[in-house]
């Protein structure tokens, strides 16, 4: 993993590089492929997450996500990412959100693929990456991950990078309109380096 600022069009910017893929806060030239890309993974994604508001995909949208997240990267509150592989073809945004610092340094991550990409070892790429910079930049103790039970390709993931199983929450958060029960995972600063990632497919 290594960290880097982009250049003065991106400021304060900031890259995490990982195995094959990089990944950086969401700009305003990312919009088209962002949109596009969710547009023709939203039959794969939508099981897996709140529901999409009715103008999601739109510039409009996406500029206020950019404003929020803004706030939230200068607040120390969240830090999202678009994942891109070293040719720069976008493959799926992560993002190390609700923050909490004080006695607790942790931070929740959530993640997506979009469909073409899925299932050939980015997603494992990318969050070995973030808990790089998670733990050695943002300096947290802990990343807390949920899924529900019956996702197979999160579990697989999140117990291949090195997460605990740590509980069950009941009606935990409401993905596709319905409260739904959710497994819980974590990951300490102090837990030992995953053993493996998945061979490097192109595609
Ligand atoms: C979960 C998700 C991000 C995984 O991304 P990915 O890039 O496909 O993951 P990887 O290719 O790195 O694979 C991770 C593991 O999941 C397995 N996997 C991938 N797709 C799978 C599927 N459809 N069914 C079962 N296992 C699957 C892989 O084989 C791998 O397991 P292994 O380490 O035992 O080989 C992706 O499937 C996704 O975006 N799903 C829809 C949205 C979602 O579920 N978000 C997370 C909500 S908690």
Request: glycine share 10%; aromatic share 10%; net charge positive.
């Amino acid at each position: 993993m290594a960290l880097f600022r982009l250049g003065p069009t991106s400021e304060s910017a900031t890259c995490v590089q990982g195995e094959g893929v990089y990944l950086r806060p969401p700009e305003m030239r990312d919009f088209e492929a962002w949109a596009g890309l969710r547009e023709r993974s939203r039959a794969f994604l939508t099981p897996w997450e709140p529901t999409w508001p009715g103008d999601d995909l739109t510039r409009t949208s996406f500029r206020r996500r950019l404003r929020r997240h803004r706030q939230e990267i200068d607040g120390d509150e969240a830090y999202p990412f678009l994942i891109f592989r070293e040719d720069h073809v976008l493959l799926g945004g992560l993002t190390l959100g609700q923050v909490k610092r004080g006695v607790v340094q942790a931070a929740t991550l959530g993640y997506w693929i979009g469909a073409p990409y899925a299932g050939k070892g980015y997603m494992s790429r990318a969050v070995r990456a973030v808990t790089g910079f998670a733990f050695s930049n943002l300096r947290l103790h802990r990343i807390e991950a949920s899924c529900l039970p019956h996702n197979e390709a999160s579990i697989k993931l999140l117990e291949r990078i090195g997460f605990t199983r740590e509980g069950f929450a009941r009606s935990y958060l409401r993905i596709n309109g319905v409260w739904q029960d959710h497994l819980l995972y974590g990951l300490l600063e102090s837990d030992p380096a995953p053993l493996r990632l998945p061979k490097r497919e192109q595609g």
